[in-house]
């Protein structure tokens, strides 16, 4: 038995530690590494058996060829040989035909190590292929809160440990970011209070102290209340905010005014009273801590209130005090030069864009698009509007080939499948978006089957396509180092040596890094000058057709769609759905039947749960289910879900939906 050093690759805030033990070129066990800064140890119950992923007897194991209609899953064994000289010659064709904007790769983040993530980049703008635009996350929860701080870091997790106060403002910690709840409890031990704010009571709201339940959409509008009575109050810092803030005077007398409690009760649904103590809990707390998920920006308005959330701690000079501040995603990204992988000195002008939010649309609005290359991704599951992402991936006249670990929802509309490794089969170079630690894993056993990885597939393609670079000569190992060797960069000195051995490797701050600004003007700007609207305000959303509002929330057991292959995490509820008991009443529904929510996008099945968890008039599914895990028509909760895009950053709005409820009994 071997131990190695690893990391977790999935697109996940924590980017844990671990230690795998490898036992005659199998793994038999996965543990969290203990000397991890984050992870402390522990793993979530996802990964704690990372081994029956690795190890699935629903692995991919050879390249396939579509025998059946697309979608039927009907495949033949091929060779590697076959599968790349068959798409080599498609591509040709179709370059010759319609040019290589014809062709379209498909990615996100399947894995996060920066190798494998962009390994395919360089290939694609060689090619001159259709960019794709990477929006599918929360590109506008990143930009609301640029547009106040622009390059400043966000606070480091661990600074929470010293806050008296915590907000854990639309994250869903107990699924998604576990390891926070370390520094929580830390607080907490010290006496530290904790609030929640999100639209439905979830696990995560059960540890806090309070919780707050808001109208999905209007925390815009919530913010401006707090910020409305920390004024009357005297809760605001206004020497902090005269020494290091644009725009505060001006917000107080344009815009504050029409935010009383009882205005911002109407809007939000929240009691005035309850704006109230959460404004004196923020204004009178020593260090108040706000960890911000991604859900509040996942609507039409998701950037300008992710940038009026971002502009609290500045109200109350929370910036720089020991154990205050805010976290939307860590910057430990910037420690590596990802352009050593990336490659974007290849990309050709003028090429079309496609936001990867509207792939139905590309798909279906015309057939410019002739080839579809997805990897480390599942869009026929995960994509808004599953219908006409579905409709795009049935045409016969599109070549789709799909690099994968596992028949998804999307491998089963190829032409061809690649077998594709795990994370514990190639080696890459790893940061973390919610802590600043980064960390380099490589192979711990030799791929399974005939898997081979991104990068792999690159190289192969390239030289299969007669793309002689002396690039793609470059093994993974050597670029992982490249990478390793980049953090130079990072403004303090980085342990490298470590880094290279395959353990974490805590990013050092800068003393100031939570004072220096990184705006144009050096200050905090409530008012930025470059927007069009300068001045912050809460963004109204137009009213949809539709009776309730739909949130479709993660769940603890699967990631996005991944972890869906292993049946033992998915054999329980899913497709439930929380629906309160004034509705429950009102459409006569019982316990445990089924109902169909629709709207002019489709509709899908689900199990009614009666729960004081949501609020009269929203009901809420947790998790993205494969569709052979869906009853029924196999439509997911994306079928429900649109392809409109946020106000700034051209991001997905999952969380805005409204639906119609029908009882199938009725
Ligand atoms: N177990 C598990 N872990 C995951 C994932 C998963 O699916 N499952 N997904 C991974 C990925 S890709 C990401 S990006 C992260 C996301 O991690 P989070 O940011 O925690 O998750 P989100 O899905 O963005 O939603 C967070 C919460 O926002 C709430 N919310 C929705 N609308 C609003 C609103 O208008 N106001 C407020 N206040 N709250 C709202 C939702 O109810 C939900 O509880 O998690 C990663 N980790
Ligand atoms: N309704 C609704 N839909 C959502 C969300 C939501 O909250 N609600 N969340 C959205 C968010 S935040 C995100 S980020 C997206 C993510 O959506 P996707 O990008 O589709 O992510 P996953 O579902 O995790 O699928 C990743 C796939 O990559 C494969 N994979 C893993 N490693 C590798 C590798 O090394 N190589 C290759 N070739 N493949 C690999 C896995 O087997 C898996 O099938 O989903 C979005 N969809
Ligand atoms: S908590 Fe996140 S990073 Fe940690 S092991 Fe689980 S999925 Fe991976
Ligand atoms: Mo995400």
Redo the contacts with the bound molecule.
Sequence with gaps: MKTYTSVC???CPDACGLVVSVDDGRVVSVAGDGAHPFTRGTLCPKMAHYERTVHSPRRLTTPLKRTGPKGSGQFAPISWDQALAEIAERWKAIIADCGAEAILPY?????M?IV?HDALHGLFYRLGASELDRT???PAKGQGFKDVMGSTMPTAPQEAQDSDCIFLWSLHMVATNIHFRHDVEAARRKGAVVWCIDTYRHKTADLADHFVAVRPGTDGALVLGMMYVLDRDGLADEAFLAANVLGWDELKVQVLPKYTPEAVQAITGVPAATVVALAQAYGQARAPFIRLG??QS?YRNGAMTTRLITCLPAVVGAWGKKGAGLLTSASASKAYNKEIVTHSDWKQPGKRIVNMCCLGQALTEDDSIRSLFV?????A????DQNQVLKGLCRDDLFTVV????M?D?ARYADIVLP????LE?DDAYYSYGNYTIQCGYAAIPPVGQSR??WR?ACDLAHALGIDDEFYNRSERDLVEALAASTTKWPLPVDRQRLLQGLPTPLPLPDDYQTRFGTPSGKIEIRNEALAQPLPDYMPLAEDDGTLAFV???DMRI????FN?RDELTAGHIMDLFVHPDDAARYGLTEGQTVTLANERGQADFTVVISDRTVPGQVVSEG?WWRERVKGQGAS??VL?SQRLTDEGAG?T??DVRVHLTSKNT
């Design positions: 690759p999935y697109d990615s996100y983040a399947g894995t190590g494998q599918i996350c929360a991604s859900g996942r990897y480390s991704s599942n869009p599951c995960t994509a808004p690099h994968e670990r596992f998804t999307t594709a490794t795990t994370s190639h990885s991104n597939i479709n929330g993660p990631l996005d769609s991944s292959e993205v909760v994306n879900t997905s999952f969380y």
